[in-house]
């Protein structure tokens, strides 16, 4: 009973957390990406991985309102404010804790490239083992969704067989009573 009930928890946690990368990338494509990209620079640094280099309690922060952040002598927001020429990022308040928390999350589950000026000019690829050719990366993004969608599907039909040789055990327990 109990490792059945442990499989659905993680099962709940597993969706939920899909859940926050799903919203958080809505969230980032209709608030922020107008100065963020992702990989490159554009108004503001590029924020893939942004756990990388900041602990989340500073993104809240700084996310929320980064000039009251920055006034507060915070060095690392003064830093990056000072390197952006004083750009003003503007405040925030209509995103709530969890808004910016699915955000956070998003960033830090999509891969930072390299800013472009730093690659070689051929277009973003990456060969993989077998493969003579390299992988474009919108080919390597869809089999990684893929990848996501099989193991789901596959936690869910190990799910269904656990309910139904579950049940038919319990029919069976009850006809022979
Ligand atoms: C109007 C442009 C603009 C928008 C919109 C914007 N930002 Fe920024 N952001 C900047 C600039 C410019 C900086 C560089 C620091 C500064 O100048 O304050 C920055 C810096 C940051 C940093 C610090 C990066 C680092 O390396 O420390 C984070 C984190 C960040 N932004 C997150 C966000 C998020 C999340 C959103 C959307 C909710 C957002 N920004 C929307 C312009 C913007």
């Given at each position: 009973m109990w490792h059945k009930i442990i499989v659905v928890i993680a099962l709940i946690g597993l969706i939920r957390a899909q859940d926050a990368v799903e919203k958080g990338k809505s969230l980032f494509n209709n608030n922020c990406a107008a100065c963020h990209k992702l990989d490159q620079e554009l108004v503001g640094p590029p924020l893939a991985q942004i756990g990388k280099r900041r602990t989340e309690e500073w993104f809240l922060k700084f996310v929320s309102n980064s000039q009251a952040f920055i006034q507060s002598g915070d060095a690392q927001a003064v830093a990056i404010y000072k390197k952006y020429n004083q750009q003003i990022m503007p405040p925030?308040?209509?995103?709530?804790q969890e808004d910016l928390k699915a955000i956070w999350a998003y960033l830090n589950s999509v891969s930072g490239v390299a800013p472009a000026s730093s690659q070689p000019t051929s277009p973003k690829t990456t060969i993989y083992p077998g493969e003579t050719s390299p992988m474009k990366a919108e080919e390597f993004n869809f089999l990684r969704h893929l990848y996501w969608i099989l193991a789901g599907v596959a936690v869910i039909v190990a799910l269904l067989i656990a309910v139904v040789i579950n049940f038919a055990s319990q029919k069976r327990a009850s006809e022979a009573a």
């Open positions: 925030f308040p209509n995103l709530a």
